[in-house]
């Protein structure tokens, strides 16, 4: 290929990435700057000086931060492209319908990612075979014909299950600065890994099917006895129903101020939220008690049709109640009794998860067991389970974990 048509092939792949715009944000990943820097920093090597080094540097920069991502470019750049939170999949996402010319600018940039996702080191290498002098291992990388248009359209069709953005490559987000944080190593618990209180976990599986199904759905109060299952049931049906377009974003008590702000950012997304509050209590006296009142029931930006607030607790009411709270110097006594048990009864729904008995405790312990190939018969191992219980706080199912553990630990699977 003689060079003037090199550089009108490399200078037509550069010129359409500059003018990306619904995509604009693509020009800056750090796999596909490399590849525009790559191609860019090519083009006057047809015209000067063979200028070796300067080619061979991008294009080792290229290939070292593809291979920390996917040794496949068409793939990365497809599912960056996914991916990607724009203004167009955005409005999407809300039934927005675009003037022609927007459709056609994204049709157009679709095609332009795919051309890029199609540059292979073969080609490179052929291209510049006349140019090239040194004879060297160049790395190279895997590329597929990918159809991006096709694919966009499928995920616009199906947006109520990926989402977009950050909320599309990850399915649980902690709160920081205000803003959500993926979370970088996610809890795993699934729920066939759960055993014990089927009953009390339908209650919530349910509630949540109907916030997917885009039924009304209670905000949800899992109370009871330490150790019981509440906050990985929680984390479970997330990872169970992750695919079916459900998130959860954690927030701690003393971020509840902050759940108004993010309703109002996540409101509008075509994905379902759990806001995910651990271990909550207050004292009667707690300024952030009557946050999440008002965040429950009485703010107007509280009630979105996506969203649904799950908290965990070891008290009914919530609130660490003292005696002097119901015989202090309060004229209207009745009243500050009332105000403190209200919070739990604007929960819709309210799931009980107490103590095991010992029937209970050793079936969860035998299921365990049998999972983890225990090697104990099912006497020695209710008499160990009793006893490890008695030794280490009673009876739970997080009880029940931990001497499994131990089992294994000593061998005994």
Same mark, same amino acid.
């Given at each position: ?9 490399? /200078? ?5 990435? /500059? ?9 800056? &990943?750090? +796999?596909?700057?490399?590849? =525009? @820097? ?38 990365? +750049?497809?599912?960056? #492209? ?23 600018? +994204? ?35 895997? #590329?597929? /014909? ?6 966009? *359209? ?12 950050? $909320? ?7 709160? *920081? ?26 209650? +919530? ?30 984390? =479970?049906?997330?990872?169970? $129903? ?55 029931? @009485? ?12 908290? !965990? ?14 015989? @202090? ?6 009243? #500050? ?22 029937? =209970? $405790?050793?079936?969860?312990? !035998? ?10 018969? *099912? ?6 389970? /009793? ?6 706080? @009673?009876?739970? =199912?997080? #009880? ?9 630990? &000593?061998?005994?699977?």
């Amino acid at each position: 290929m003689e060079l003037c048509e090199l550089y009108e092939k490399y /200078e037509e792949i550069n010129l359409r990435l /500059e003018s990306l715009v619904v995509f604009s944000n693509l020009r800056y &990943d750090d +796999v596909i700057a490399e590849m =525009a @820097g790559l191609v860019y920093h090519t083009l006057p090597m047809f015209l000067e000086d063979k200028n070796e080094y300067n080619f061979i540097n991008k294009y080792r920069d290229f290939a070292e931060e593809l291979y920390k991502n996917n040794i496949n470019f068409s793939e990365y +750049v497809l599912q960056k #492209t996914l991916e990607d939170e724009n203004f167009y999949i955005i409005g999407k996402a809300q039934g927005i319908e675009f003037d022609v010319y927007i459709e056609e600018c +994204v049709k157009n940039e679709l095609e332009t990612l795919q051309m890029l996702s199609l540059i292979t080191p073969e080609q490179f290498q052929e291209d510049l075979k006349d140019v090239l002098e040194c004879k060297i291992f160049l790395p190279k990388w895997r #590329t597929s /014909e990918i159809d991006f248009l096709s694919e966009y *359209k499928k995920r616009i069709n199906n947006i109520n299950i990926y989402g977009y953005g950050k $909320y599309s490559k990850n399915k649980m987000f902690i709160l *920081k600065d205000g803003e959500t944080i993926p979370v970088k190593y996610p809890d795993s618990q699934r729920l066939d890994h759960l055993y014990g209180y089927e009953r009390e976990r339908q209650a +919530v599986i349910n509630n949540t099917l109907a916030l997917l199904n885009g039924k009304p759905a209670q905000n949800t109060l899992l109370y009871g006895d330490a150790g019981t299952g509440k906050s990985s049931t929680v984390k =479970a049906i997330v990872n169970e $129903y992750a695919s079916k377009g459900l998130r959860l974003i954690e927030v701690t008590k003393e971020q509840l101020r902050d759940i108004p702000h993010i309703i109002d950012s996540i409101s509008k997304n075509p994905l379902k939220f759990i806001l995910f509050i651990d271990d909550l209590s207050f004292s009667s006296d707690d300024d952030c008690f009557g946050a999440l009142k008002a965040t429950l029931e @009485g703010s107007v930006s509280a009630r979105a049709d996506n969203i649904a607030i799950y908290a !965990t607790s070891n008290r009914r009411h919530l609130v660490k109640e003292r005696f002097s709270d119901r015989d @202090g110097d309060d004229v209207h006594r009745n009243d #500050t009794i009332q105000e403190l048990i209200s919070l739990s009864a604007r929960f819709g729904l309210k799931v009980n998860f107490s103590k095991p008995d010992k029937n =209970a $405790y050793i079936d969860i312990v !035998t299921s365990l067991a049998e999972i983890n190939n225990i090697n104990l018969d *099912k006497d020695s191992l209710s008499v160990q389970a /009793e006893s490890f219980a008695i030794k280490n706080g @009673g009876r739970s =199912a997080r #009880t029940a974990k931990q001497f499994i553990n131990q089992l294994i630990a &000593d061998g005994k699977n």
